[in-house]
């Protein structure tokens, strides 16, 4: 449900484009990996990914499951809550594996939280935490990665700002992004699985830019792939 109603909810907020690698498939029991930039984005990148036929579970941060309405939907449709700084975290990687297990895709945000910026330009993806790279190497499952541009011009700086961000959207429309890069598996040490798929999203996340002409992304060798 969530899928859908962001498919129908977020081209309401701004103009959504999604690009695709050659050959670029999301099988099930995939871990979708993407870059976090603003509140805006996973609703972005889920309607992204329901144009391209993928529902994920996403593994969010636990205090969502507070918020009314939202919190039961979550709960309902098996989205994962995650509690960061608290041994509680690693129940969020066990029921991500039971997910992939059960053939289900996982989104992950694998930097754990938004940039500290209250401006709303582009700015490549930060440091990946560990839990993408624990993830696939318990499981064997292939990491697709994906980039998306645009969040930013939705919600992002202060609380004030993201406000009139958000009520000033559906006037505006502005561009929006997702690119979904070709499948990887992450082979090597915890530390290298982690450089490999951080350098993956962030080439997506290049892509995604470019697309919106992004000053971030001038002089990056952003790939062009088919359009949904």
Same mark, same amino acid.
């Given at each position: 449900?969530?899928?859908?109603?962001?498919?129908?909810?977020?081209?309401?907020? #701004?103009?959504?484009?999604?690009?695709?690698?050659?050959?670029?498939?999301?099988?099930?029991?995939s871990i979708v990996a993407a870059n976090h930039t603003s509140?805006?984005?996973?609703? =972005?990148?889920?309607?992204? *990914?329901?144009?391209?036929?993928?529902?994920?579970?996403?593994?969010?941060?636990?205090? %969502?499951?507070?918020?009314? *309405?939202?919190?039961? /939907?979550? /709960?309902?449709?098996?989205?994962?809550?995650? =509690?960061?700084?608290?041994?509680?975290?690693?129940?969020?990687?066990?029921?991500?594996?039971?997910?992939?297990?059960? #053939?289900?895709?996982?989104? =992950?945000?694998?930097?754990?939280?938004?940039?500290?910026?209250?401006?709303?330009?582009?700015?490549?993806?930060?440091?990946?935490?560990? #839990?993408?790279?624990?993830?696939?190497?318990?499981?064997?499952?292939?990491? =697709?990665?994906?980039?998306?541009? #645009?969040?930013?011009?939705?919600?992002?700086?202060?609380?004030?700002?993201? %406000?009139?961000? *958000?009520?000033?959207?559906?006037?505006?429309?502005?561009? %929006?992004?997702?690119?979904?890069?070709?499948? %990887?598996?992450?082979?090597?040490?915890? !530390?290298?699985?982690?450089?490999?798929?951080?350098?993956?999203?962030?080439?997506?996340?290049?892509?995604? !830019?470019?697309?919106?002409?992004?000053?971030?992304?001038?002089?990056?060798?952003?790939?062009?792939?088919?359009?949904?």
């Open positions: 449900m969530l899928s859908r109603t962001a498919d129908v909810l977020v081209p309401a907020f #701004g103009r959504l484009t999604v690009t695709t690698d050659p050959g670029t498939e999301l099988a099930p029991g509140l805006a984005d996973p609703a =972005i990148v889920t309607a992204a *990914l329901h144009r391209l036929g993928a529902e994920p579970v996403i593994m969010a941060a636990a205090g %969502l499951w507070r918020v009314p *309405l939202l919190g039961r /939907a979550l /709960a309902r449709e098996g989205h994962i809550p995650v =509690i960061r700084g608290d041994r509680r975290a690693a129940a969020a990687l066990d029921a991500a594996a039971e997910a992939l297990e059960q #053939g289900r895709l996982v989104l =992950i945000y694998a930097e754990g939280g938004l940039p500290r910026r209250r401006d709303a330009a582009e700015a490549a993806p930060g440091s990946f935490r560990s #839990g993408l790279a624990r993830l696939a190497e318990r499981t064997g499952a292939p990491v =697709i990665p994906v980039g998306q541009a #645009g969040a930013r011009r939705i919600t992002s700086g202060s609380t004030a700002k993201q %406000l009139a961000g *958000l009520v000033t959207a559906p006037l505006r429309r502005p561009d %929006l992004h997702v690119h979904v890069g070709a499948p %990887l598996e992450l082979t090597g040490d915890r !530390a290298a699985r982690t450089a490999r798929a951080r350098t993956a999203v962030t080439t997506a996340w290049r892509t995604a !830019a470019a697309h919106l002409r992004e000053p971030a992304a001038r002089g990056s060798r952003a790939r062009t792939g088919s359009q949904v």
